[in-house]
């Protein structure tokens, strides 16, 4: 009876996220991973091309959404401010909501791009993420200031700080791995200390 290559190729994938949240990429092993996903390491080799493709493959899907629903929430507020929009509307969605949305459903693969991807092209990942949008975040302030908000003038060196700590407090919960009740204290909390600040930089009153 030939083996099912679908149930084999998810008993690796549970081996290769085991392997990555208890090492790291760095102390990860090929060999390691077969022992816990009961074959050679060459059968490995059948399902993924090396360890960087493993651990690509672990967190990606996760990073697609990411830049998703970032261009989405983006282009969403461009459409509210031609709008109009008053506050509650303009600014209702923050990433938090991203959180709740895209990060809390894969909370192992957010560990392992935030604290297990020393070594990967993920290690920065706050960083580079700030730094790719940071430039958009601008522009929407600049938009806002055309249409007729009192937006504050900042430089992208201000943005990438103001941003990197935003994002960096909104993570903290999950990289701790607190329960959902705590996170969702917590991350109403990050709310409420930096909404006032965003919303006093985009001129809404």
């Known amino acids: 009876m030939?083996?099912?290559?679908t149930l084999s190729h998810e008993k690796v994938k549970k081996a290769i996220?085991?392997?990555?949240l208890e090492k790291g990429y760095e102390d990860a092993s090929i060999r390691s991973i077969g022992a816990r996903a009961?074959?050679?390491?060459?059968?490995?080799y059948r399902h993924y091309a090396d360890k960087e493709a493993m651990f690509n493959a672990m967190v990606e899907p996760l990073v697609e959404g990411i830049k998703t629903?970032?261009?989405?929430?983006?282009?969403?507020k461009f459409s509210l401010a031609d709008a109009g929009m008053?506050?509650?509307?303009l600014c209702g969605e923050t990433f938090v909501?991203?959180?709740?949305e895209v990060i809390l459903p894969r909370r192992d693969e957010f560990?392992?791009?935030?604290?297990?991807?020393?070594?990967?092209?993920y290690e920065n990942f706050i960083h580079d993420y700030v730094k790719g949008n940071q430039k958009e975040f601008l522009?929407?302030?600049?938009?806002?200031?055309?249409?007729?908000?009192?937006?504050?003038?900042?430089?992208?060196?201000?943005m990438h700080m103001l941003l990197s700590a935003y994002l960096t407090a909104c993570f903290e919960p999950i990289i701790h791995d607190y329960d959902e009740i705590k996170i969702e204290k917590y991350l109403n909390t990050v709310r409420e200390f930096f909404m006032p600040g965003w919303l006093k930089i985009m001129g809404v009153k």
């Open 17 to 20: 996220k085991e392997e990555f």
């Open 111 to 121: 560990i392992l791009l935030m604290s297990r991807s020393g070594g990967t092209k």
């Open 139 to 158: 522009e929407a302030i600049r938009y806002m200031k055309e249409k007729g908000y009192p937006a504050a003038e900042l430089s992208e060196e201000e």
């Open 69 to 76: 629903w970032t261009a989405r929430h983006t282009e969403k």
């Open 86 to 89: 008053l506050k509650e509307e």
């Open 2 to 5: 030939p083996r099912d290559k």
């Open 97 to 100: 909501d991203m959180i709740k």
């Open 38 to 44: 009961g074959m050679t390491s060459a059968g490995l």
